[in-house]
C-alpha cells in the first residue's frame, strides 16, 4: 500500500515537471519521460486485479472509457517524444509537427489524468470531508480550489497549448510556480469530476 502511494506519488509530481519543459533542458525532459514510462508500467502492474474489477455500473463504465482514453494519449505522447528525441537521435524525424502533436496529447493526457483522479479517489475525499464536518466550510474550500484552477488554466494558456497554437509563451514565473500552477488545474478538474459523480451517482 505505502508503495502504491509513493509510486502515485512520484507520477504527480514528475509528470507535472514535464509541463515545467520551458525550465528544462531537453535532456533532462527526456529522462523524467523514461522514468514517467518505468513507473506508468509499475503503476500497471500494482493496480492489476483493480483494473481487472471495474464493474459495470454507470460510474464503472466511464472509468474504464477514461482508463483506456488515458493509456492510448500516454503512449501516443510517449510515441510522439521519442520522433523527436535529442537522447536518442536516431528516432528523431525533425518534424515540428511531430513536436505539437507531443504538446497536444500531453495537454489532454494531463486532462485524462485528473478525471482519472475525481473517479478514483472517492475514499480520500470522503476522508477529507468527514474531517471537515462543516458544510459551509467544505463547500467555501470547493470553490476556492476550482477558482484558482481556473485562474492558472487561462494564466497558463492552457488552451492555446491544447489546441497546438503558436506565438505565444508563457515563460514569465519559475518553475515552482509554473508546476503549482498546473497542480492547480489538476486539483480543479478532479474536484469538478468528484463533484460531478457524487451528483449523478
Request: aromatic content about 6%; cysteine-free.
Amino acid at each position: 500500500m505505502i508503495k502504491r502511494i509513493i509510486i502515485n506519488i512520484l507520477l504527480l509530481i514528475l509528470t507535472l515537471l514535464e509541463f515545467s519543459k520551458v525550465y528544462l533542458t531537453p535532456e533532462i525532459h527526456e529522462i523524467i519521460g523514461i522514468t514517467l514510462i518505468i513507473l506508468i508500467i509499475i503503476h500497471l502492474i500494482q493496480n492489476k486485479r483493480y483494473l481487472q474489477s471495474i464493474n459495470k455500473t454507470r460510474t464503472g463504465n466511464i472509468l474504464f472509457i477514461t482508463n483506456i482514453l488515458l493509456l492510448i494519449t500516454f503512449t501516443l505522447t510517449v510515441l510522439t517524444g521519442l520522433l523527436s528525441s535529442q537522447l536518442i537521435p536516431i528516432l528523431n524525424i525533425h518534424q515540428i509537427t511531430t513536436n505539437y502533436l507531443h504538446k497536444i496529447l500531453a495537454y489532454i493526457t494531463l486532462i485524462l489524468i485528473s478525471i482519472h483522479l475525481g473517479l478514483n479517489l472517492n475514499k480520500t475525499f470522503k476522508k477529507i470531508e468527514d474531517k471537515i464536518r462543516n458544510k459551509k466550510l467544505e463547500q467555501t474550500i470547493k470553490v476556492i480550489i476550482i477558482l484558482i484552477g481556473i485562474i492558472s488554466f487561462i494564466q497558463l494558456d492552457y488552451l492555446n497549448h491544447l489546441t497546438g497554437n503558436i506565438g505565444f509563451s508563457t515563460n514569465n514565473t519559475n518553475i515552482i510556480i509554473n508546476t503549482l500552477q498546473y497542480l492547480s488545474v489538476v486539483l480543479a478538474i478532479t474536484l469538478i469530476t468528484h463533484q460531478l459523480n457524487k451528483i449523478s451517482s
